[in-house]
């Protein structure tokens, strides 16, 4: 199992960025797919996740409102939308992926890929 994220860069406070992690060698569509980042010094941190359909999400009240995860089953990619961005947003954002249908926001993950660098400067 692979999953390669990118996207990640250097934003200006109030901007957006747009996450993508490609996944392999599992049947995609039956995983729950999270988002997790990791500041310097700090532990990891669940950020959203989305359920196999993609009917339903679950994010960290810290980015409620302004992130948004999507995945296209299709192209067996998940998204990460961020907008508003906040110089505490800035992090390694991870994705990970989980067998079953629940939506956790621990990091009782079973796939983790590489992270992807986002910083916010003000």
């Known amino acids: 199992v692979q999953l390669q994220a990118s996207g990640g860069g250097l934003v200006q406070v109030g901007g957006s960025l747009r996450l993508s992690c490609a996944a392999s060698?599992?049947?995609?569509?039956?995983?729950?797919m999270g988002w997790f980042r990791q500041a310097p010094g700090k532990e990891r941190e669940f950020v959203g996740a989305?359920?196999?359909?993609?009917?339903?999400?679950l994010y960290a009240d810290s980015v409620k409102g302004r992130f948004t995860i999507s995945r296209d089953n299709a192209k067996n990619l998940v998204y990460l939308q961020m907008n508003s961005l906040k110089p505490e947003d800035t992090a390694a954002y991870y994705c990970?992926?989980?067998?079953?249908?629940?939506?956790?926001?621990?990091?009782?993950?079973?796939?983790w890929g590489q992270g992807t660098q986002v910083t916010v400067s003000s």
């Open positions: 990970a992926a989980r067998a079953g249908a629940a939506l956790l926001a621990s990091t009782r993950y079973d796939y």
């Open positions: 060698g599992l049947t995609f569509s039956r995983y729950v």
């Open positions: 989305i359920s196999w359909s993609g009917s339903s999400t």
